[in-house]
């Protein structure tokens, strides 16, 4: 198979696929290293193919359902308050679908969440304990935006009564 094949099948496995895939489940599928998935997926990228890189795998950018709405909210917390957060708003019927924050040097940095469920919820918080890697929200003293996918105007409702009942919502003092 020539490598032009290989991104082709490797588009048609995460059109198919709801849930993230991983670039070593990948790797395994197709008989290369996962470097080479990895090049793969940027070449894809810049060929204009919209694939988010999530805690979970990749993943093709889809289009909100038609019964779905998408708002942005503000939210300001520490650490101790990220879990509390993903859960509220997984727990009220929402999906976090990533994470946006305002950097001196380079504008907007936008991070890829999906995280629809406690289970990845609990997956992303991990990746945060056991990697060096800082979450956004630490380049800005907390204050950072959501994208959050709904089904209705009061599954959002319910979220922001939660989440301003437990002061992670961002508010003008």
Do not use: W
């Amino acid at each position: 198979m020539t490598s032009e094949e290989r991104r082709e099948k490797i588009e048609i496995e995460l059109r198919n696929n709801i849930e993230p895939i991983t670039a070593t489940a990948l790797a395994k599928k197709f008989s290369v290293s996962r470097q080479i998935i990895v090049g793969d997926i940027a070449l894809m990228r810049a060929s204009g193919i919209k694939i988010s890189a999530t805690p979970r795998g990749y993943i093709i950018n889809g289009e909100v359902e038609k019964n779905e709405k998408k708002y942005t909210i503000a939210c300001c917390h520490d650490d101790i308050n990220m879990a509390e957060e993903l859960y509220t708003v997984v727990d009220n019927g929402g999906t976090l679908l990533d994470v946006t924050v305002e950097h001196p040097i380079y504008g907007q940095i936008v991070g890829q969440l999906h995280i629809s469920s406690r289970y990845d919820a609990d997956l992303f918080l991990k990746k945060v304990e056991n990697n060096q890697a800082q979450p956004l929200m630490r380049l800005t003293g907390g204050i950072h935006l959501h994208t959050i996918k709904c089904k209705d105007d009061d599954t959002f409702d319910r979220i922001m009564k939660a989440l301003k009942n437990k002061n992670i919502i961002l508010e003008q003092k």
